[in-house]
């Protein structure tokens, strides 16, 4: 590895007298503001270019300015231009510091100009006037009549035409029928002819009275229309509503006829089921007679036989009472209560 200088070999090596490393250059010094020299103060040292926007490249120090005025083709500052369009809306030019002076002055699109009419008060882009010029209310411009006025401001026109004497105008008398129209100039002749007017005035009172009498007609034909109209549609609500009643009506009748078959029917069958009731009964009724006949008659034989050995053994009772009624001993009572 390499000695490592001491302090004071450096301090010796920085005091030594040196010449700048640049041929052309006068300076002489020590060896410690060498550095400090080819930095700040060589004028044959290169330097990197600093405007902004240009070249970039190393040039000696003592011909820089000459090179960033005449020599260094820079940007210019439009180019940077916020003007709503695209890349073909900014200006591409590069140009040297000198002749970019004149080029924002006099040559860059974009440039910033005051419109060129009096009293116009309008500044814009150079590429943007002629559009401003195409609506600019200063610009002269010719009477689109071609009368001898010459060229007037474009917000004048308007007011022009109110004076113009080459401005078609309708004559006076238009609200009597007249559709001449003519120069103003011109249209005075044809004002004064009385004749013209009157048959026109005729023609009009006609016209009118015509289309009165048309729109009169008209009214009557449209209000008899929507009467004819409400009067067909009634009619037919009318019919319909027959038709409706009459399929009601058909409906009902047929309903009634139906309900007066099924009356029919009932009628013979409760008839039938009356008689074959009434034969049930009788026949029931005659049964049960029949058998009370018959149980009663049981019934009564029974009680005469029933009587019939009641009285028997009564009179056989009464009989022995008789025989033993003088002697009425234990064994006699005994005999009468087992009789029982």
């Not at 590429?127 to 195409?134: D, F, G, I, V």
């Not at 103003?184 to 048959?199: L, P, T, V």
């Amino acid at each position: 590895t390499a000695p490592v200088p001491s302090f004071f070999a450096a301090a010796q090596v920085s005091a030594l007298d040196v010449l700048c490393v640049h041929d052309k250059c006068t300076w002489k010094g020590t060896c410690g503001r060498l550095d400090g020299h080819l930095d700040n103060d060589c004028l044959h040292e290169p330097i990197k270019c600093s405007v902004e926007g240009g070249c970039g490249e190393l040039v000696p120090r003592g011909e820089m300015a000459t090179h960033q005025q005449f020599i260094c083709l820079q940007s210019c500052p439009n180019s940077k231009a916020k003007t709503g369009g695209d890349e073909l809306d900014r200006c591409n030019a590069r140009l040297s510091r000198n002749d970019l002076v004149d080029h924002l002055k006099d040559y860059c699109k974009l440039r910033i100009i005051h419109c060129p009419h009096t009293s116009c008060e309008v500044t814009t882009r150079y590429n943007q006037m002629p559009a401003h010029l195409e609506v600019c209310p200063y610009a002269p411009v010719p009477c689109p009549r071609q009368c001898a006025v010459g060229n007037l401001m474009r917000q004048n026109l308007e007011a022009h035409k109110n004076e113009c004497p080459n401005e078609p105008v309708p004559c006076v008398h238009a609200p009597l029928g007249c559709s001449h129209v003519a120069p103003r100039s011109e249209i005075i002749g044809h004002e004064q002819d009385i004749a013209i007017h009157f048959s026109s005035l005729r023609s009009k009172v006609f016209a009118e009275q015509q289309q009165a009498y048309q729109q009169k007609m008209d009214e009557m034909t449209r209000v008899f229309q929507q009467k004819l109209q409400t009067l067909e549609e009634k009619i037919t609500k009318l019919q319909l509503h027959v038709v409706e009643k009459h399929k009601e009506q058909n409906a009902a009748m047929l309903m009634l006829k139906r309900l007066e078959e099924q009356n029919t029917l009932l009628t013979r069958k409760v008839e039938d089921q009356s008689v074959t009731f009434n034969w049930k009964l009788l026949e029931q009724t005659t049964a049960l007679n029949t058998k009370l006949q018959q149980q009663t008659e049981a019934f009564n034989t029974k009680l005469q036989e029933q009587t019939a050995t009641l009285n028997t053994k009564l009179q056989e009772q009464m009989s022995l009472l008789q025989s033993i009624s003088g002697s009425l001993t234990a064994d006699n009572l005994r005999r009468i209560y087992r009789g029982y």
